[in-house]
């Protein structure tokens, strides 16, 4: 059952950066290469673009 519960959370990652990959400012090139990258390794993909990932389109200052 923990497996199962597991699964659930990586796929909700997973499309919770894809979302978020779609609705940054990214250039398509950059957006289409991180939605491969979550796609192929959820997990792992997910972790880097969190760290790295296009960010959205609010200003820091």
Known sequence: ???GILGI????????????IWQSGAS???K???T???LVL?????IIWFFAGPRGSTARV
Do not use: Q
């Open 32 to 34: 289409l290469l991180w």
């Open 28 to 30: 398509g090139g950059s």
């Open 1 to 3: 059952m923990e497996y």
């Open 9 to 20: 959370l990586g796929l909700a990652l997973a499309v919770y950066a894809l979302i978020n």
């Open 42 to 46: 959820p997990v792992l993909g997910f």
């Open 36 to 38: 491969l990258l979550v």
